[in-house]
């Protein structure tokens, strides 16, 4: 009886430390470091976006906003979210709030004007521009890793062009 206890703690404290291991893990490269979204800010992201020619995927956020942190961490700390943004997408962050002026078209603006330009009206939102940017389209609230992975897929290769995004979801599930 004794030896079947023993046993049972061992197994389940084995299984703990797996699972402790594989969530601290997660999002780590082989060669151990954590891969992260390179962020730029909202002016840097538009002059990358053109001179590379790549979609732009802007995060306007506020510092008080749960949601805003809650996709920080689960949308935009996703390892598949991190690589299709890295290798194919401009990634900024602009802070709805800031007073701090952006460069964009033929004026400077803050974060709020930038947020009302942009049609915001809750947070988070994330906009997409494309390389020239001009705004493709806008979501407003958080936006779950596996659905933002097809998101991004179904605008930066220009689906939204050919079919809804419904058609494409349906298309495009495995």
């Given at each position: ?21 594989a969530t601290l893990t ?22 990358l976006a053109k001179k ?123």
């Amino acid at each position: 009886m004794m030896r079947k206890r023993i046993l049972i703690l061992a197994l389940s404290s084995l299984a703990i430390i797996v699972f402790v291991f594989a969530t601290l893990t997660q999002g780590i490269e082989g060669n151990g470091k954590k891969i992260e979204i390179t962020w730029q800010t909202f002016d840097k992201g538009v002059e990358l976006a053109k001179k590379e020619k790549k979609m732009l995927v802007l995060d306007i956020y506020t510092d008080w906003c749960h949601w805003c942190k809650v996709m920080d961490k689960d949308t935009y700390g996703n390892p598949e979210v991190v690589k299709y943004a890295q290798a194919n997408l401009i990634m900024a962050k602009l802070n709805a709030e800031t007073d701090k002026k952006f460069k964009f078209k033929e004026g400077n603006y803050t974060g709020q004007q930038l947020s009302m330009m942009f049609g915001v009206e809750g947070f988070p939102s994330t906009i997409f521009l494309n390389s020239e940017g001009e705004m493709i389209t806008s979501i407003s609230g958080f936006i779950p890793a596996d659905r933002f992975t097809l998101i991004l897929k179904y605008l930066k290769d220009n689906w939204y062009e050919r079919m809804k995004f419904d058609e494409f979801v349906k298309k495009n599930k495995s």
